[in-house]
T-cell receptor, first 111, second 114 residues
């Protein structure tokens, strides 16, 4: 059973556009929601993370929006660049436990 | 500071064999977690070790096992390999246990089972 559901599976965006990736979860005990970025041949790297006491967190061109009542969170990449082309994973964790990952979104930014 | 290192990077085995993968965490990190990454399932948690003790385990059969040494280096072992074990195996280290802080991933070991 997938604890975190992620969509879309793949995404193609023009350079300068906005990339949006969505995730949903069921376990209300989750208290930490990170996003990871993975380039081919590399391990995932933490991009940005949020806790459920805030509805939005922004770091540069990357923003997490969090909707606690809907049990959904999303990653927005503003002004998408070809260098952002990678696979993105959302994840969730409940206190002192392991991370549960979504199945990933392959983002391609076209120049 | 050196990152998480995993050896070997690539491995080819045949069904029924066993395999041991190694992970060296970032210096000072005491927690090591292992994940299996496949195209269909994404990243799935295998187990976590902290101070040489397994503190958390995912939903994988007993063929998958691991251990951690006093220097925090960790190994995972898969016995009686099956075709479905073909995957990228990732290890991640963090300062403390339970994912309370950032997990740093290594580049992974690509295991192919023929």
């Amino acid at each position: 059973q997938q604890q975190v559901k992620q969509s879309p599976q793949s995404l193609i965006v023009q350079k300068g556009g906005i990339s949006i990736i969505n995730c949903a979860y069921e376990n209300t005990a989750f208290d930490y929601f990170p996003w990871y970025q993975q380039f081919p041949g590399k391990g995932p790297a933490l991009l940005i993370a949020i806790r459920p006491d805030v509805s939005e967190k922004k770091e540069g061109r990357f923003t997490i929006s969090f909707n606690k009542s809907a049990k959904q969170f999303s990653l927005h990449i503003m002004d998408s660049q070809p260098g952002d082309s990678a696979t993105y994973f959302c994840a969730a964790r409940r206190r002192a436990n392991n991370l549960f990952f979504g199945t990933g979104t392959r983002l391609t930014v076209i120049p | 500071k050196a990152g998480v290192t995993q050896t070997p990077r690539y491995l080819i085995k045949t069904r029924g064999q066993q395999v041991t993968l190694s992970c060296s965490p970032i210096s000072g990190h005491r927690s090591v977690s292992w994940y299996q990454q496949t195209p269909g399932q994404g990243l799935q948690f295998l187990f976590e070790y902290f101070s040489e003790t397994q503190r958390n385990k995912g939903n994988f059969p007993g063929r998958f096992s691991g251990r951690q040494f006093s220097n925090s280096r960790s190994e995972m072992n898969v016995s009686t390999l099956e075709l479905g074990d073909s995957a990228l195996y990732l290890c991640a280290s963090s300062l403390v246990a339970g994912g309370e802080d950032t997990q740093y991933f290594g580049p992974g070991t690509r295991l192919t089972v023929l």
